[in-house]
């Protein structure tokens, strides 16, 4: 099973429907953070720093329907934090999923099979399972041991329910071609996840590790070696061509920033959830209208230099795809 015919078209009628409008930016997927408590401490993220009042705040229902509303991408990833840990995640995802929304719920799979009865599989809702490499690798990333083989066990016990299954993979400088060959081979060919996501580390500002994230010409390396040999081509990634033709460094463009806006406890993030220290709008079309894009970006922001992940540099590629009839009918032929 990869992506439904459904979620292609809805993509696409959507992207249709906002170039006809002449709109220039506009949302492809929104990533929604009902909360930022979890319960892991990553040394590559660092979102449970913040003071506990802050850990304990909650999205209700409501405020997550209003910020869908106001965004109206057909795509929302539910992160966090760890969305499980939130009380209301079943009624949430529900709710999203009545209005046609089609959602994927990113989750270290801890909780997953405490809770898996309170979700029922659906063509519009996958879950998204957080593994950064093999057992020695996830479990140094996620900085505990025995998480890699939980996960493992959730992913096979959904998958055996009917439920759709993705995984969201980060590589660090620790990676190489042959652990990323590795890595996806194993979700590709024997757990048989339907889709998979990869993206090199960004170093969030508030990780405790700052040392072990890809520069850009790490990142081209490895993945120019891993792809070689037509291998990228069998795995059931869920990029565009013209992204993994980025990671490889045969082509280079900006990011699309707004692309996956981010809303969290704290309001709407600008530029990116990569990006914490930036003042947060209050409303959507505040991000959109009220922030200096201009200023962010490969060459433009201290931030951005080594940044090649997926959330600014994935949109670009699909709207290049989407403006050319040949990197159309070949991101056709690779799905």
């Given at each position: 099973?990869?992506?439904?015919?459904?979620?292609?078209?809805?993509?696409?009628?959507?992207?249709?429907s906002r170039r006809l409008r002449g709109e220039e930016k506009y949302a492809l997927v929104l990533e929604l953070e009902p909360l930022l408590q979890c319960n892991l401490a990553c040394a590559g993220c660092g979102k449970i720093s913040h003071p506990t009042d802050i850990l304990r705040r909650r999205l209700s229902v409501e405020d997550c329907i209003r910020a869908v509303d106001e965004c109206g991408a057909p795509v929302v990833s539910?992160?966090?934090?760890?969305?499980?840990?939130?009380?209301?995640?079943?009624?949430?995802?529900?709710?999203?999923?009545?209005?046609?929304?089609?959602?994927?719920l990113c989750t270290n799979a801890l909780?997953?099979?405490?809770?898996?009865?309170?979700?029922?599989?659906?063509?519009?809702?996958?879950?998204m399972i957080h593994l950064d490499g093999l057992k020695e690798h996830h479990d140094q990333a996620v900085s505990r041991e025995g998480v890699f083989e939980i996960a493992i066990e959730a992913i096979k016990l959904a998958k055996a329910r009917g439920f759709r299954v993705f995984t969201n993979t980060t590589f660090f400088d620790r990676d190489d071609a042959d652990s990323i060959r590795s890595v996806l081979?194993?979700?590709?060919?024997?757990?048989?996840?339907?889709m998979m996501q990869i993206s090199p580390a960004y170093a969030?500002?508030?990780?405790?590790?700052?040392?072990?994230?890809?520069?850009?010409?790490?990142?081209?390396?490895?993945?120019?070696?891993a792809f070689s040999g037509g291998n990228r081509d069998r795995w059931r990634l869920n990029h565009s061509p013209v992204y993994l033709d980025f990671l490889e460094g045969k082509t280079d463009f900006e990011c699309t920033p707004w692309g996956i806006p981010c809303y969290t406890v704290f309001g709407w993030q600008r530029p990116c959830y990569l990006m914490?220290?930036?003042?947060?709008?209050?409303?959507?079309?505040?991000?959109?209208?009220?922030?200096?894009w201009s200023k962010y970006g490969r060459g433009k922001h201290p931030s951005c230099a080594n940044c090649m992940a997926h959330c600014g540099y994935e949109p670009t590629a699909v709207l290049?795809?989407?403006s050319s009839v040949k990197e159309t009918l070949r991101a056709a032929l690779a799905n």
């Open positions: 099973m990869s992506m439904p015919l459904q979620q292609k078209l809805a993509i696409g009628k959507y992207i249709l539910i992160a966090g934090g760890e969305p499980l840990v939130h009380e209301q995640m079943p009624q949430i995802v529900q709710a999203l999923i009545d209005r046609g929304k089609f959602i994927f909780l997953l099979k405490k809770k898996i009865d309170l979700f029922k599989p659906h063509v519009q809702f996958a879950w081979d194993y979700l590709n060919d024997e757990l048989k996840v339907d969030y500002e508030k990780a405790p590790d700052q040392e072990h994230f890809l520069g850009v010409e790490r990142t081209r390396e490895i993945f120019r070696e914490s220290q930036e003042p947060y709008a209050q409303t959507y079309r505040e991000l959109i209208e009220e922030t200096d290049k795809t989407m």
